[in-house]
């Protein structure tokens, strides 16, 4: 997943990952960028919240396992 900051302004903010659609179904591994992965529980929905800080006009990017 790829997320773009478009503003003049940093953004920190929680993400909802829809994982409904991924075949997960209790945790995944996620990773930004090349960081360690992180363990993840998925909801009752399969989402998952992921907090995420960006610079003004910047992007990032996650892999999901």
Avoid at 56 to 62: D, E, H, P, V, Y
């Amino acid at each position: 997943m790829m997320v773009f900051n478009p503003t003049l302004e940093p953004i920190s903010d929680m993400l909802t990952v829809p994982l409904y659609y991924t075949g997960l179904t209790n945790t995944t591994l996620v990773s930004e960028r090349d960081t360690l992965s992180t363990l993840y529980t998925l909801d009752r929905q399969y989402n998952i919240y992921i907090p995420i800080s960006l610079r003004a006009l910047s992007i990032t990017w996650f892999i999901f396992r």
